[in-house]
């Protein structure tokens, strides 16, 4: 009889679980999975967080006086590469304002590329309180460049995120969507 009791305890805890949205708070959930070493990573100025499984380098990567910091972490990873990247632009009013016009920041984004990169995907993002692009690119001259990311325009700053692999296949990865997921403009 006890053994039933329980039994039936645990259905309707979980019953609750599932329909009413939230455990009890008597409950403890524990994670899906045990720490797969992703960690929340903040930018220094507080402007942008992503999750990464790796430890990201921060570099300028523009001239002293209009900063672009560039932040990439990533590797080889079962013989494959990967790269998880997030380039941090803050805009003067004069270009924010010139990228509100949706024509001109497409434009924007499609001029960003070299020749030898080929779009494949440019489709428009939702972003509350901004305005974004997905893109998948490849490197004509080099069939291990390939690229899958976002352009987003927020308050001020101008952020790309972008996963480079080797692997094609990779771009749509529960690596990359974990990554794309994670990462929150602040």
């Known amino acids: 009889m006890k053994s039933f009791i329980a039994h039936f305890g645990l259905i309707l805890l979980s019953t ?3 329909t009413c949205g939230t455990a009890p708070r008597d409950v403890v959930v524990k994670p899906a ?4 070493g992703w960690r929340v990573f903040t930018a220094p100025d507080r402007s942008f967080s992503v999750e990464l499984p790796c430890n990201p380098d921060q570099q300028n ?12 972490c990533g ?7 990967r790269f998880f990247v997030v380039s941090a632009l ?8 010139k990228l509100q016009d949706e024509a ?16 494949i995907k440019l489709i428009p993002l ?13 490197n004509t001259g080099e069939d291990m460049d390939n690229m899958r990311g976002r352009v987003i325009l927020y308050g001020v700053h101008r952020y790309e995120v972008a996963f ?15 990554f794309f997921a994670s990462f929150k403009p602040l």
């Open 16 to 18: 609750c679980l599932f």
């Open 33 to 36: 999975e045990p720490n797969d």
């Open 61 to 72: 990567v523009s001239e002293p006086a209009t900063p672009v910091y560039q932040y990439h």
């Open 75 to 81: 590797g080889e990873v079962d013989g494959a590469l």
């Open 90 to 97: 803050k805009l003067s009013e004069r270009e924010k304002s």
């Open 104 to 119: 001109t920041f497409e434009r924007s984004v499609k001029d960003s590329f070299t020749a030898n990169k080929r779009i």
């Open 126 to 138: 939702r972003i509350e309180n901004g305005s974004g692009r997905e893109f998948v690119v490849t």
């Open 164 to 178: 480079v692999a080797s692997n094609l296949k990779a771009l749509e990865s529960q690596e990359a969507e974990r």
